[in-house]
Every structure is written in structure tokens, then in C-alpha cells.
């Protein structure tokens, strides 16, 4: 079982156009900001809206494919799909809502409830099987809406953002459920999300789009040591920056250019995090290689630390303690040191990922 | 509620009891409680799915079809009658064919009552199913479609039970608009006693003869209706 897909859907002023791969029994998470096109991309695969170019197979079955005029109508995929806000039937029982699949292709009335009692047993809700939707709390609801969609064994499974609708401390142990369920389903799984963390923790393998583009594909390791966009580098919460590297040196602007620890040539991404920038009031003793004058633009809460948004020659978010801060009176309009230990910034070269397209243009922050 | 109130004191209330056991009210009640019932199955059969034609479908000239629709609403019965007998009647474009071939014959049958209320009485029902169907979401009928339910199943399934409360309240409102319906009766099915006269043609004959006879006749429609239109309200629409 697998997923072999390009889609391109075209929409007034956006267009989605990405390739979409996924083997049996992986799950692999569609990240990208609101708007990228992820949610066409799951309607698109769910046979809700049509391709307009591409094509989408399944398991070698050829589902979607404009150019012959193929279109195989959602009820007949067999692709299970979990939606945002759930969309449970309200008129029909936790149970008959697991149970409508089945008796849609047509298991008799018996099985199909006694099968419907058996998932929700397994997603620890037996003795809510006779409840309303409305009656059930978020985090019930989720777990009947992928019980229903696992139902009908479909060859794929579609979850859009499927914890979005659940406050924090209902999210984790949700997301932890979730997991385990989704290591047990044998197919193919893809995961639409905006929440890094969700991508992170429940998928294989992450693809991230944006303005309906693949901009970066890979597992999570990858994805936060090396972003390519500034939405991932924000995500990941790292500084992002491109320039031109000859050995070790690497030219971010014209009069500006940073040192790292790893000797590159050519176009290549410069990624540091916050916390290995240090301020000074003074310009500090030693001969730090990278060091410049930066003006403090902006101070908020970061955890523990305080972030510090800093422009200069580029703009660059620094952590520092709460107490180095007001020893330093860092300050809206506050010029300040800035010192980038080398050995904390790492380099790599700007080659298009490697499947789906490059970046869209420079990403200089 | 001064026209009630005004029925209610010139009613021959000494002469009532006898007066409504004469074997003339009860047969008009009795066709009309019937053909009103009939007229709105057959308006519910034609009008919901319509009504989700209407709703949930795009091809073009469906703003026509959707005016089209409500024309009865703004044309006089009386209109709708003559036009109804224009189709139906033995020399019209339907009737001529239908009285031909099978040598049956609408207009001034009991058959033709239920058609020339259905006529009057469908927009009640398809305007409120189309309203309660744009309210429902769409997007259940696309879960259940990825559940492998066809667009028949989804809607009998998923949508109808939805619309539920819309369908009884359009279902109602036809009913009563039927119950009511004089113009188009009287032109397409005539004013035979036991066979097309329904009550408010009766009350209309019995106002030329005896006054006392056609506010009986009045009362009882009131009362009935009344006393359906309250039931119902609570049994269906109460709940939603």
C-alpha cells in the first residue's frame, strides 16, 4: 500500500502544486502556515475537490488523473478521513456514527455495531457509545471521529489537523493516543497541521508547504537543525540566513558577513539559535570573530529567557537571562554588542530539496 | 383576530349541534382533511428533492427555476386554476393526451383538488427545505461521502435528518396553505358535494344561501385547523 501523488489544484490567485509520496504504514505530516494549501491538498486526495493536473494513485489504482478524465467519486476511494471540526453526525449515536461506514458498504446492521463497539472499545470509549456528539467532550469526539474513520479499513488515512480543536492538557494526551493508533494502522497516513510540535511527534517524515509549494521535505531531526525558509527557521525557532560561503567565512550582505564552523562554497543557509547570541554594553575584550552593532527593536517573554529582537546589519533574535537584561537595560532603541560564538552557527549548502522545488527566492531575514 | 372574534359572536350557537351533524359538513370536512393531506405528500415528494436541486446543485438557469417556483405564491389561484386547466383540462396540452390514452380526466375530480392544492401549496415547502438545507452543513454530506455513502444514502442518512424540523415546518405551512385553498379549486375542480367540495368552498355556497350555515362551516374549519396546526407545532417543530 502507498501513496504516489501530484497535485496541482488551481484556485483564484493560488495554486497548489505539490508531490506527495508516502509508503505503506508511514505517516507523513503536511506542515505549513494557514493558507499554503494544505487543506486542498487533503480535499484533493480525498476526492472532495478534483485535480486539475497531476495525478493521485493509490495502491497502484489510479484515482484522479485530469489528462485521461479519470475520476474515482470519494465513496468509492476507500481513504478514511479524520476532519478539523471532526463532523460527527449529530442526530446519530458515538456508536452509529463508527457503525456508518461499514453499513454504507454494506455490512449488515449486527456486525457493524458490534465492530463499531470493538474500535471504540480500543479508543478507550465503550461505555460512551451510546452518546450524542454533542454530548462528548473535544477530545471524545476526536477519538470517535478517527474510530469512525479507521471503520471502514481505508487504504489511507487523511487527519486534518486533527488536535487543533483541543485545549492544551487535552492535546497531550490526545496526541500521545493518536500515535499509538496511527503506528497501528497499516496504510499510509497523512497528517495536515500548522502545529510544528503535532508534525514533529506524530509524523515519519514532514513535508512542508508554502503558497501551495513543497518547500522543504524530511524527518524532524533535519527539518530543525537545517531550515531553508523562514517559516521553518521560525517554527524551529532558529536564526535563518543566506549568503555566498568561501571556506568558513560566509557574505550575508554586501558589508556583512558572519564566520561558522563549517567550511562551505557557494549559496548556502546560515542557522544559528537565539541562545548563542550574547550582547554587551561595551564592546568586549578579545577578538571575537563575530561581533557588530545591533539596536534592541523589540523585548518579549521566551520561556525562562527573554527574547531579544535585535536590526542592525540583520536582523537577529537573541535569548538572554532576565537579570543580564536589566544589568544591560535592554530597551527598545538600546544599542548594544552582539556576539555570535562561530562554533554555534552552522552552514549548508542551498541546493534544492531534495524532492519537491527550492526555496522561493532569497530568504535573508 | 377581529374577524374570529366576530365569527365567534354571530355563531348560531343554540342551532350548532344539529347543524353540525348534517351529512353535507362532515363529507366537506372530511374531502378536505384528505385532499390537504394528499396534496402535501405529493408536494413533499416533488418538493424536497427540488428543493435540493435548488440548494445544493449549480447548472444554469437555476435562478429561473428558483423564481419559477414561487410564482404561485404571487399568482392569483384563480389563475392557477385556469392555467392548470389550460394543461389538464380534456382539450388541454397534458389532458388531451392523458384522456386519450388512458381515458382518464383531472379537472373537476377529486384527483384535480389534490393537484390544483399541491400547485398552490408547493412553494411553502420547497422555500422552507431549500432554507433549511442552505443552513445545514454541506460539508456532512462530504464525511459521509468518504465514508462510502453514495448521494442518495448521504441524504436520506445524513441530510434529511438534519433538515428534519425544516421539512415538518414546510410540510405544515403546505398542509395549511392546502387546507385554505379556494381559487384554483373551484376553477380547476369545480364545487361537487362529496367529490370537490372541499370546506372553504362550501363556505362559500352556504353564504349565499344561509348565512347562519356558512359560519358554522367557518367555526369548524377554524377549529380544526387550529387544533392540527397547535399539535403539530409542539410535536415537531417544539423541539427544534
Redesign the interface.
Known sequence: MSLDAHLIVRRPGFTLDAVLRAAAGEVVGLLGPNGAGKTTALRAL???AALDGGHLDLDGERLDDPATGRFV?????????V?QDY?L???LSALENVA??PR??GVPRARARSEAAALLDRVGLAEHAGKRPRQLSGGQAQRVALA??LA?GPRLLLLDEPLAALDARTRLDTRAQLRGHLAGHAGPTVLVTHDPLDAMMLADRLIILEHGRVVQTGDAATITSRPRTDYVARLVGLNLYRGRADGELVRITDDFALTTATPQHGDVFVAFPPTAVALYAARPDGSPRNIWRARVAAVSRHGDALRIELTGPVTVAADVTPAAAVQLALEPGREVWAVLKATEATSYPAEPAPEGRPPQGPTGQ | MLPLAGLLIRAPWTSLPQRLTEPGVLAALRLSLLTASLATVACLLLGVPLAWVLARTRFPGRRLVRALVTVPLVLPPVVGGVALLLVFGRRGLVGGWLDATFGFSLPFSTAGVVVAEAFVAMPFLVISVEGALRGA?A??E?????????RW?AFR??TL??IGPGVAAGAVLCWARALGEFGATITFAGNFPGRTQTMPLAVYLALEQDLDAAIVLSLVLLVVSVAILAGLRDRWLGVS
Open positions: 480525498a476526492g472532495l467519486a470519494p465513496e468509492h476511494r476507500h481513504i478514511g478521513v476532519f463532523l453526525f449529530p442526530h456508518f461506514g454504507c458498504r469512525r474513520a471502514t | 452543513d460539508r456532512f462530504e464525511a459521509a461521502a468518504t465514508l462510502g455513502a453514495s444514502t442518512r445524513v435528518p438534519l
